[in-house]
Structures are given as C-alpha cells and as structure tokens.
T-cell receptor
Framework: DQQVKQNSPSLSVQEGRISILNCDYT??????FLWYKKYPAEGPTFLIS?????DKNEDGRFTVFLNKSAKHLSLHIVPSQPGDSAVYFC???????????FGAGTRLTVKP | DAGVIQSPRHEVTEMGQEVTLRCKPI?????LFWYRQTMMRGLELLIY????????DSGMPEDRFSAKMPNASFSTLKIQPSEPRDSAVYFC????????????FGPGTRLLVL
C-alpha cells in the first residue's frame, strides 16, 4: 500500500523556469514531510522539510508547499538549473522521527 | 569522513543463492538504516538500529531477509534464499540522532537476482 505517491515519474523543464514536483499522501496522520534529491550512483540527500503546522517552507531556490486538506505537497525550484537534474523523492512521517514513507520518485531534467 | 560505505556496489546472483550486503556507517552515528528502492514502490525502510540494537524491523519483507549489527561500525543485510523479486537497489544510511534530516545515505548496492 503506497501511502505516499508521486504520480509523475518524470518532468522536463527549461533552465531558468520553475520546476514543480508534486506528491500526494493518503494517511492524514502524517505530520512531517521531506524532500530528498538523488543523483545517479549516489544515495539520496536531504533537501528540505516541512511540519504540518506550516503551509510553506523556503530555502533559497527551493520552496515546499503543504496543503493538508488535499493531502498534497509540492516542491518548487526557481529558477531551475541544469545541476538540479536528479530524482526527487518526497517522504512523510508521523512526527520528526525515523520511520519515513517515501514516494517512488520523480526524475527532473533541466535543459540548458 | 568517507561517508557511509556500502559493499558490494553491484551484485548479480542466481535465484536460491545467499546474498550478503555490507555497510559501514559514519563514525559516531548511533542510528543505522537499511532501505530498498524499486521502481514500483520507491524507497522502503526495511529495518533500523539504534546503538547496534534493532528497533523496528516491520519493513523486512519476509523471513528470507535478516539484518545484523555486531558492532557500531558494521552491519549486514542478508537474503537467503534470494529470489528475482528481490532485485532492487539497497541503501544503507546512518544518522547521529533520531531525525530524518540527519540521515546520510550510502551509494547503494544494486542487486540483480537471475
């Protein structure tokens, strides 16, 4: 049972434009959400997180939005850069602890 | 620090064989995690340890899978007997504390069971 879903397996955007990666979850008890970035032949690395008490968290070019009523979160990258090309995983958990549920990932390609 | 080290990086084996994946966490990290990545299910937490003690193994798919952490610098994930559906990338991660943001992942072991 996939509790966290990333319905777009891939996304392609032009350099300088906005990238929007989406994630849906089914368990309304989830209250902590994260995005990880993964380059080929490397493990995932933490990118940004958000608690359910917020609806937005920003870190430089990366912003995560949370819509609790829709059980939906999104990651915005503005402006997109070729170095952002990677697979992005969203994850959700009950509290800020280690038991995360991950989505299947979205492969982002930023074209120069 | 070299980061989390996993070996082998690639493993090809035949169905029914025993497979052992190895992980060396970052020194000083008290938590160690094993994940499996597949196309269909994404990243799944299999088991994690705190101070070498297994805390939650509810993600281990079945009895064919076992994990050990004999000391703070080494862990193994064993599959016996292996099956083609076990083909996946297996990641090990370590963390100095119980928070997701501080998990550092290794490069993964790509396993193919024929």
């Amino acid at each position: 049972d996939q509790q966290v879903k990333q319905n777009s397996p891939s996304l392609s955007v032009q350099e300088g434009r906005i990238s929007i990666l989406n994630c849906d979850y089914t368990n309304s008890m989830f209250d902590y959400f994260l995005w990880y970035k993964k380059y080929p032949a490397e493990g995932p690395t933490f990118l940004i997180s958000i608690s359910s008490i917020k609806d937005k968290n920003e870190d430089g070019r990366f912003t995560v939005f949370l819509n609790k009523s829709a059980k939906h979160l999104s990651l915005h990258i503005v402006p997109s850069q070729p170095g952002d090309s990677a697979v992005y995983f969203c994850a959700a958990s009950l509290g800020n602890n280690n038991d995360m549920r991950f989505g299947a990932g979205t492969r982002l390609t930023v074209k120069p | 620090d070299a980061g989390v080290i996993q070996s082998p990086r690639h493993e090809v084996t035949e169905m029914g064989q025993e497979v052992t994946l190895r992980c060396k966490p970052i020194s000083g990290h008290d938590y160690l995690f094993w994940y499996r990545q597949t196309m269909m299910r994404g990243l799944e937490l299999l088991i994690y340890f705190n101070n070498n003690v297994p805390i939650d193994d509810s993600g281990m798919p079945e009895d064919r899978f076992s994990a050990k952490m004999p000391n703070a610098s080494f862990s193994t994930l064993k599959i016996q007997p292996s099956e083609p559906r076990d083909s996946a990338v297996y990641f090990c991660a370590s963390s100095p504390g119980p928070f997701q943001e501080t998990q550092y992942f290794g490069p993964g072991t790509r396993l193919l069971v024929l």
